[in-house]
């Protein structure tokens, strides 16, 4: 059968993370009220589905990609790093429809962009797609020796959605946790989390 058009892939690739943030938005905010008063909950949570689902995706293809293209690796003389290199850059290209929702969304809501917010954006971007291809590298190698770490990279990325502030605000962190003063230090220590502060800064 003919494959479909590239227009009917492309819609795909908008559609599903514009249904996915509508299930997030109606669950968190409408049913929970998760966002409380908190101006524009909207974009606080779609700007850290961004960086999770880059990173997830970088990091859960790129461990199962030598896997994956063993008889590639097998037939022709490539660098193996190429297959993680590879599967983030395919995981950047998804995640350019997700930036385009929220940039149209951001300039209905009134967004004038800023060069610090920018730049903010810009280096959060960077920085998980240099983070998401060191664990992917990291974790590919060691699942040719033990297929386990598929399993392991599919576990540890199910934290990931909660230990960053995308369906509450880190100011949430700093309340719960004021009276711990090391406690908010420890939460920064997360580089998702990072990142995510950063974008939600662009927008």
């Known amino acids: 059968c003919a494959p479909p058009p590239p227009i009917l892939l492309q819609s795909w690739s908008y559609l599903q993370p514009f249904v996915r943030f509508l299930m997030f938005y109606f669950v968190f905010q409408v049913l929970i009220g998760r966002g409380g008063s908190m101006e524009n909950f909207a974009i606080h949570l779609v700007c850290g589905m961004v960086i999770v689902h880059f990173f997830t995706e970088t ?38 429809p997700m930036v385009v929702i929220t940039l149209v969304a951001s300039l209905i809501l009134g967004w004038t962009p800023d060069p610090a917010g920018i730049l903010a954006g810009l280096l959060s971007l960077g920085f998980i797609a240099i ?73």
């Not at 994956?68 to 950047?92: C, D, G, H, Q, Y």
């Not at 369906?167 to 920064?188: D, K, M």
């Open 59 to 96: 990091f859960n293809g790129g461990t199962k990609s030598l896997v994956s293209n063993r008889s590639l690796i097998v037939k022709l003389p490539v660098p193996r790093e190429l297959f993680p290199v590879a599967t983030m850059l395919v995981a950047f290209w998804h995640t350019i």
């Open 131 to 203: 983070l998401g291809l060191a664990v992917a590298l990291l974790f590919s190698v060691a699942n040719v020796f033990f297929r386990d770490f598929g399993k392991v990279a599919q576990t540890l990325t199910q934290f990931v959605t909660f230990s960053v502030p995308m369906i509450y605000p880190y100011s949430l962190v700093q309340e719960r946790f004021g009276a711990i003063s090391w406690a908010p230090t420890v939460y920064l220590m997360n580089p998702l989390a990072e990142a995510v502060l950063l974008l939600q800064r662009c927008f």
